[in-house]
């Protein structure tokens, strides 16, 4: 578990500051304009799912030797 950590810690960081920032865009511009709260939750959703599916997965920093 380390070993993948420590190979992917840019990129949790990286991710994870990206979807801090977007959950804070959004929160703003939904209080801003009061819009509804529950459609905040559904634009938070779908972002997140959007930015997972056009973002490569994290790598493992070994390949199991398959017997």
């Known amino acids: 578990m380390l070993a993948y950590l420590h190979h992917n810690w840019s990129r949790i960081v990286t991710d ?11 929160t703003l511009v939904f209080q801003w304009f009061a819009l509804p709260w529950w459609l905040l939750y559904v634009v938070v959703f779908v972002g997140v799912v959007v930015y997972t599916r056009v973002t490569p997965s994290w790598r ?6 398959e017997p």
């Open 16 to 26: 994870a500051a990206i979807l801090a920032t977007w959950l804070l865009v959004t």
């Open 60 to 65: 493992r920093p070994y390949k199991r030797q």
